[in-house]
């Protein structure tokens, strides 16, 4: 890493400044100047031209800032053309305008997109008001900027989409991305921003996904602080009491009066804020990773099945973070009010239930209010989206009925006596469902019933996902366990085992805990 770091420096990829500030500023002008200038290819409709340019970050909370400390120079200077329209993307409002760089957060194969690829926007039309601040529907035509370099234009009607009963494709603005969203991709020209906490992975991912240029831009201060560091974690007292200047020794040529020459090492400076460099990226933080560069590539048996270990249970990580992305799409404004009102028209279509072939219908009615939709996408994967509406109620009545000892329920129509149970309340020969009071599995079937039918799809492909990713860790994790028995006494053994074996649910205990 400290060749490649040198290499960069010769190159003039590092672009450092005094301070975090400083550095900031003139990232977003130079980014938004190559920008601007991208645009006059799109006013010649010259496609071809257009070149895909983005900010690499660490942190999400980085790349928020970068999307639209960037995107407001670009209306400034006139980058973005016409008016600002609002389309709903992952549960909120998105402010799109011609020109504008949108990033995809999910793979399509309805549109042929990959998650990560980076587009952009050759025109967006609203269907309500201008703004389209109603109900954020609108054709979108994008440029894509693919994976392999070549570039395709898709065309998006989100209203259609809806009709169609078709999951809704997620944007964002994709003028800065983390390194996570970027691994996989890459962009014709990417400007990096440093970050203290970044490590070797990160940076590696970085400085890598360009195919024309890379600059990093980062504040001299923060790095020499890292130095600083390595004295005492108080960085402003330490600066205050030492000053630090690196050297690196040279080989010097000296000619003497008589034509004679003799080689010697004399001291060269070497700028703090590079030591700094070379101390953060040769920070590791991936195991697997790590392993992986040590040896070259060339693993032993057991370095191979640690290696498959760890990385099998960072993918249980991952298929848990795509749970929680799904939730929190659902549950945006927009989708848990459709599902609302699909649950209650559902119900209001019934009226009338029959617990068996012999006994007569009897009314019924749903008891439902929005705040009372609570999500749970591990318990809804595991209903069953193919009941009725109808199979699933008279399910839930006739267990709550059974669940009372006879004299309770003489007769279920004649009953003038309020009984409730789980829910479910009989009074003058009507069942009442209080949807709040109900069991969770009962909530989680109701509501996976009422779902679109792409979005439980989708949830069903992650969580089958989830499961076939976790026996692969759980058989990992038993061939590690099984390693460990020849080594040490029994007793040792088993506790380690069961402490291995812990690991395999804990993505789900950490998961569910916030859910």
């Given at each position: ?122 025109s ?6 201008l ?38 494709i ?11 969203k ?22 590696l ?30 960085v ?34 070497i ?9 953060a ?16 590539g ?7 099945i640690?290696?498959?270990?760890l ?65 749970d ?74 779902l ?64």
């Open positions: 890493m400290i060749d490649a770091i040198e290499i960069y420096r010769e190159l003039g990829v590092f672009n450092i400044k005094d301070n975090e500030e400083e550095a900031k500023t003139s990232l977003i002008s130079t980014f938004a100047k190559e920008y601007t200038e991208q645009m006059d290819s799109l006013k010649r409709d010259d496609l071809i031209a257009i070149r895909s340019i983005a900010i690499g970050a660490y942190t999400n909370e980085k790349v928020a800032e970068f999307n639209s400390r960037v995107r407001h120079e670009l209306k400034h200077s006139g980058a973005l053309k016409g008016a600002e329209v609002l389309i709903s993307s992952g549960g909120k409002m998105l402010p799109l305008m011609k020109g504008d760089q949108i990033v995809f957060e999910e793979n399509s194969l309805r549109y042929g997109i990959s998650n990560g690829e980076v587009g952009t926007i050759l967006v039309k609203p269907f309500g008001d703004k389209n601040t109603s109900g954020g529907e609108g054709i979108l035509k994008i440029l894509v900027h693919k994976a392999d370099g070549s570039k395709d234009v898709i065309e998006i009607d989100t209203a259609q989409d809806t009709e169609d009963g078709k999951r809704r997620k944007l964002n603005h994709g003028y800065a991305l983390t390194g996570y970027l691994q996989g991709e890459t962009v014709d020209r990417m400007h990096v921003y440093f970050d203290r906490s970044i490590g070797y992975e990160a940076f991912v970085l400085m890598s996904r360009h195919r024309e240029d890379v600059k990093l831009h980062a504040s001299a201060k923060e790095l020499e602080n890292i130095v600083y560091q390595r004295l005492d974690s108080d402003e007292k330490v600066r205050k009491q030492f000053k630090i200047n690196s050297y690196e020794m040279l080989p010097e040529t000296i000619t003497n009066e008589d034509g004679s020459s003799y080689e010697k090492h004399v001291p060269k400076e700028p703090n804020w590079l030591i700094g460099l070379t101390l990226v040769n920070r590791r933080a991936n195991n697997s990773f790590a392993i992986d560069y040590r040896s070259g060339t693993l032993d048996g057991n370095q191979v640690i290696k498959e270990y990385e099998a249970r960072s993918r249980v990580f991952e298929c848990h973070g795509k749970m929680r992305e799904w939730k929190r799409d659902i549950e945006a404004t927009g989708n848990i009010t459709r599902l609302h009102s699909k649950i209650l028209s559902q119900a209001t279509n019934l009226k009338s239930i029959k617990l068996d072939d012999t006994s007569p219908a009897i009314d019924f009615e749903l008891e439902l209010n929005i705040k009372d939709l609570k999500i996408p591990y318990s809804i994967a595991l209903s069953d989206g193919e009941d009725s509406f109808k199979y699933v109620i008279e399910n839930i009545v006739r267990d709550a009925k059974g669940s009372q000892s006879d004299n309770e329920y003489s007769s279920v129509q004649d009953s003038t006596k309020p009984s409730t149970v789980k829910g479910v309340t009989y009074i003058d020969g009507k069942a009442r469902i209080n949807f709040k009071e109900l069991d969770s599995r009962d909530q989680s079937k109701i509501i996976a019933i009422c679109k039918e792409s979005d439980f799809e989708n949830l069903k492909e992650i969580f089958e996902e989830l499961k076939l990713e976790k026996e692969v860790l759980r058989d990992y994790a038993a061939v590690i366990c099984g390693s460990y028995h020849s080594v040490i006494d029994a007793e040792n053994a088993e506790e380690f085992k069961r402490l291995i074996l812990a690991k395999k649910d804990e993505s789900k205990l950490i998961t569910e805990s916030k859910v």
